[in-house]
């Protein structure tokens, strides 16, 4: 057995599979989420409530119908698309909590 030949070998196969798998991925990350199409109409929805004065996302959950770990997942999201802004509030007996502003 010839080790030059085998180590080659090897490569060309490692880089073989190393390109099938950046093809798989660049395919995946260019399809969206089962959860992101699921969250696209409440994002809406949630930017949709926001307007100038800071809401929390215990202000926008109960009106929406879901839990306010849910409505701040949103919210960040919103944010990162650039739908909304958050702003630091001070809310008494609470301390500081982020409100959201419409983009």
Known sequence: ???ETLSD?????????LE?????NAKRAAKPSKTAVENAP???QIVEM???????????ATPMGVKVQK????LRIAV?????IAH???????????GYTKA
Do not use: H, Y
């Not at 004065?53 to 215990?58: I, K, M, V």
């Not at 990162?80 to 909304?84: I, P, Q, R």
């Open 1 to 3: 057995m010839n080790t």
């Open 42 to 44: 409440l994002i809406a």
């Open 80 to 84: 990162k698309e650039g739908k909304a």
């Open 20 to 24: 099938k798998i950046d093809e798989t």
């Open 88 to 98: 630091d509030v001070k809310i008494k007996g609470k301390g500081t909590c982020k």
């Open 50 to 60: 926001l307007n100038e004065e800071p809401q929390t996302a215990s202000d926008l």
């Open 71 to 74: 409505a701040s997942a949103l």
């Open 9 to 17: 070998e090897i490569r060309t196969f490692a880089r073989e599979s």
